[in-house]
């Protein structure tokens, strides 16, 4: 039997670049490496990424043919800006008259603060007139002459007109410099924060185009034919001649990797991913199959990046006790990493003879609280890790396993320091350090209205043991590691989708304009690779800003996946009434697809409405979708346009604040197409056709509407 081709996902860390091969077909992790991250070798980061590519060829005896898809993530953007280590940008404002006035306060963007003391090196110059071929030409000799390696090309309401931009753009490539236009960064106005994401992106364009030219030219020397893409902040992966075009893209874009895994291997659909490495854990929402996603906040402003809202707390597996009054009232933010300590829980029982508990301050400043161990083998941290080792929460194998009789020795002390014995002694540290975890974790929750009822908690990165489990514990709600948790961040680059988001301000959007918007975003990704049968495409209208936002995501080969497990109508069955608390007898089949069963079950409440909560389950026994109170109907393709019509009409809300088409998301293949981000049932339903006209007539629809109260 011919084996299957391979995905490759390369996550390229501050220290580490980690690889891992996934096969193309199953999905399941088949090898992994990890190689120290090329900083200050002449190629830079493009030398460990190949390295690592050919050293996961190497152990899987495969050649490089064999790779289908190959994607990477960076840091090197996000630390270019932290860093302060940018290019000096030229910023040419157009406009005359009153226009001329809001362009030139553009100039104070240099003002921006890269670092303490660094600030944004730009360079301003005006033009009245972009037509003016001489005054363009001028402005941009002017900038270049000041020091300028870059451009950005500026007018007001250029996403409206962007001729006098995409002028000046062309004036600047002419001469040989990088150039980014407003416009084509983001399509919402605004004149400042526009400007000011295109000068941030233009100020990492050269060394990210450097970078990409490097990488390229290697994977192709290395004789890999596929696509190289390369991770977005906002969990999908872009082209590389993307990348070149929009590298802000890729800013923030470390966290997006472990969440994408999560969506891609845990398939999570409604709950919260934590990424837990030694120092600090990172907290994403995933609600309806989706991440949460908003506009960043870049060199302390807000931009028009969209990314992954990820929220970051300083307790990790290396986070140390810290002790007072008798009591563990905090873990960490110091490490035992930075405070250049050995885990207590790894070390052989010998060294750690005679251990006696000491408090210290780790580095100088920090307080001198801090809970160690002086033994025979020298000095040793107490942490997260030792304690969830100690109650035996780390599983066998886990990257964080350590052998729980030397991680209870190690917790003694601490236990005859807070009178007690060491199983509460360890529950009370981990108690300490989630419970800064926790209070982000439900603020979340709450923000993007999380249903308790389908909510998990998924652990992933090395520590996730010391946090996740716990956690869960403490907020009463499911949760687990995720598997190969370790690498979770290269497995999530490896099975990332495409993805692209168009933005539009369109006061009263028409179903044409709708329809428009939606096509622009399912172009784009097939352009960058998408097999143009694997995209989806959500659409969000927002009738208070006017603004029509189309996400679309797809593959860049049509996925069939060849799992060996298959979950029977039992275990689906057992998966929705776990998800729906109720008891088998009372959960029943509604409908279903080749992909998708949907059950539900009834709810009868006193002095109110009946409620009939509904869950789509996948072939693999995972919860895809919940719903608090739905109505399902089964068509076929065929069908839908009146039945469609005719659920949209009857659950449509009518108030004082306007029309509302209930939340519609319709199955169809393999597909759950989300269209509930429209409001107007005109438009709505002109979004189901566009979404049902490639399939067959006869081919079978669900149905799941939710009314809005």
């Keep these: 039997m011919t084996p299957h081709r391979i995905r490759v996902g390369i996550d390229v860390g501050g220290t580490f670049t980690d690889a891992v091969a996934v096969d193309a077909a199953t999905l399941e992790l088949v090898a992994q490496v990890k190689v120290p991250t090329s900083h200050h070798h002449e190629d830079g980061v493009a030398h460990g990424i190949v390295e690592a590519l050919d050293r996961l060829l190497k152990d899987l005896g495969r050649a490089p043919g064999d790779v289908a898809f190959l994607a990477h993530g960076t840091t090197q953007a996000t630390n270019a800006l932290l860093e302060g280590d940018v290019a000096p940008v030229g910023l040419i404002g157009i406009g005359s008259g009153p226009a001329a006035l809001p362009t030139r306060r553009l100039a104070g963007l240099a003002a921006l603060e890269l670092t303490p003391g660094k600030r944004l090196p730009l360079h301003y110059a005006h033009v009245a007139d972009a037509g003016d071929g001489a005054a363009v030409r001028a402005a941009v000799d002017e900038v270049v002459a000041a020091g300028a390696e870059v451009l950005v090309a500026t007018e007001p309401f250029g996403v409206d007109v962007p001729d006098g931009e995409r002028a000046v753009a062309e004036a600047g490539r002419a001469q040989g410099l990088p150039t980014t236009a407003a416009h084509e960064i983001t399509s919402l106005y605004g004149l400042r924060k526009r400007t000011r994401t295109a000068v941030v992106n233009a100020a990492i364009l050269p060394r990210m185009l450097a970078t990409a030219d490097l990488v390229d030219t290697s994977i192709a020397a290395a004789g890999v034919s596929a696509p190289l893409m390369v991770m977005r902040c906002d969990g999908g992966v872009m082209s ?110 010998a060294d750690l003879a005679g251990a006696r508990l000491v408090t210290v301050a780790p580095l100088a400043g920090d307080p001198d609280d801090y809970a160690v161990l002086e033994a025979a083998g020298g000095r040793f941290a107490l942490t997260m890790t030792c304690a969830a080792n100690a109650l035996g929460r780390v599983p066998e194998g886990d990257f964080a396993a350590g052998d729980p009789e030397v991680a209870r020795t190690a917790l003694r002390p601490l236990a005859e ?85 168009v933005e539009r301000i369109i006061p009263g959007a028409t179903q044409e304009q709708i329809l428009a918007v939606r096509a622009e975003a399912e172009s784009a990704v097939v352009a960058q690779g998408a097999a143009p049968g694997a995209v989806e495409v959500e659409v969000t209208v927002d009738a208070q800003t006017n603004t029509v936002r189309a996400v679309a995501t797809g593959a860049t080969e ?90 949209v009409k009857d659950a449509t809300a009518y108030g004082d604040g306007g029309v509302r088409a209930p939340a519609v998301r319709l199955l169809v293949g393999g597909r759950i197409a989300d269209l509930s981000g429209v409001l107007e049932p005109e438009a709505l339903l002109a979004l189901a056709r566009a979404e049902l006209r490639p399939r067959g007539a006869g081919e079978r629809v669900v149905a799941v509407v939710e009314s809005r109260s």
């Design 558 to 647: 049509l996925r069939t996946q060849d799992r060996a497990h298959r979950a029977d109508a039992d275990e689906r069955l057992d998966a929705a009434a776990a998800s729906l608390k109720a008891d088998r007898e009372r959960v029943r089949v509604l409908a279903g697809t080749d992909a998708y069963t949907v059950y539900g079950t009834e709810v009868r409440r006193r002095l109110r409405a009946d409620r009939r909560p509904v869950r789509v389950v996948d072939a693999d026994g995972v919860v895809r979708l919940g719903a608090a109170d739905a109505r399902v109907a089964a068509m076929t393709v065929e069908e839908a346009g009146g039945e469609l019509a005719r659920l």
């Design 240 to 349: 590389l001649d993307e990348m070149r075009r929009r590298p802000l893209l890729t800013v923030l874009s470390g966290p997006a990797a472990g969440v994408a895994g999560a969506l891609m291997q845990e398939r999570v659909s409604e709950g919260v991913f934590l990424e837990t490495g030694g120092t600090s854990t990172d907290i994403s929402v995933v609600r309806r199959g989706k991440v949460a996603v908003r506009h960043a906040t870049v060199l302390g402003r807000t931009s028009y990046l969209s990314a992954l809202d990820v929220r970051t707390v300083g307790v990790g597996g290396g986070s140390m006790a810290r002790i007072s009054g008798g009591r563990v009232h905090a873990a960490g933010p110091r490490s035992a990493h930075i405070a250049g300590l050995p885990y207590a829980c790894f070390a052989d029982a």
């Design 417 to 501: 320091a807070l009178g007690t014995d060491v199983a509460t002694a360890a529950a009370r540290f981990l108690d300490a350090g989630v419970r800064q975890v926790e209070a982000v974790t439900r603020t979340m929750m709450r923000e993007y209205r999380v249903d308790d009822d389908t909510a998990v908690l998924v652990g992933g990165g090395g520590g996730a043991a010391s946090v996740t489990p716990h956690l869960a514990a403490a907020m009463g709600l499911p949760g687990r590691i995720a598997r190969h948790n370790e690498v979770i961040s290269p497995i999530g680059v490896a099975l990332a989708l495409v993805r692209e988001q």
